[in-house]
Nanobody, 113 residues
Framework: QAELVQSGGGLVQAGGSLRLSCAAS????????MSWYRQFPGKEREWIAQ???????TYLDSVRGRFTVSRDFGKNTCYLEMKDLKPEDTAIYYC???????WGQGTQVTVSS
C-alpha cells in the first residue's frame, strides 16, 4: 500500500512553467518506477511520462522537450517540471506508481492564452 500526495499546479500564462510534486508515503525505491498522466475534460487519462528506478525515462511526443520527470529517493518524491506551457496542456495531472494501482489525488493545471 502507498499513498501519493501531489502538490504544485495552478494557473499560469502560456509560455510559463510549473513544477508538480508527488510525495509517496513509502520508499519509492521499492517500486519499479513512477509515472505521470493527465486527463482532459470528458476524456480518459493519458500517460505522459515515466521514470524507472534504472533511470529509464520516456515521454509522450507532445510533451517531450518541454516536460522533465525526475525523482528524489531521499525525499520519496517524484517531480514533473513543465516548461513552455500551452493552453492545450490544461488538464488535471496525476502521478502513479508504475505497475501498481496507486494514484495521486490529481492537481489542476490551467494555462491561459
Amino acid at each position: 500500500q502507498a499513498e501519493l500526495v501531489q502538490s504544485g499546479g495552478g494557473l499560469v500564462q502560456a509560455g510559463g512553467s510549473l513544477r508538480l510534486s508527488c510525495a509517496a508515503s513509502r520508499s519509492i525505491h521499492r517500486f519499479y518506477g513512477m509515472s505521470w498522466y493527465r486527463q482532459f475534460p470528458g476524456k480518459e487519462r493519458e500517460w505522459i511520462a515515466q521514470i524507472t528506478n534504472e533511470r529509464e525515462i520516456t515521454y509522450l511526443d507532445s510533451v517531450r522537450g518541454r516536460f522533465t520527470v525526475s525523482r528524489d529517493f531521499g525525499k520519496n518524491t517524484c517531480y514533473l517540471e513543465m516548461k513552455d506551457l500551452k493552453p492545450e496542456d490544461t488538464a488535471i495531472y496525476y502521478c502513479k506508481v508504475i505497475g501498481e494501482p496507486y494514484w495521486g489525488q490529481g492537481t489542476q493545471v490551467t494555462v491561459s492564452s
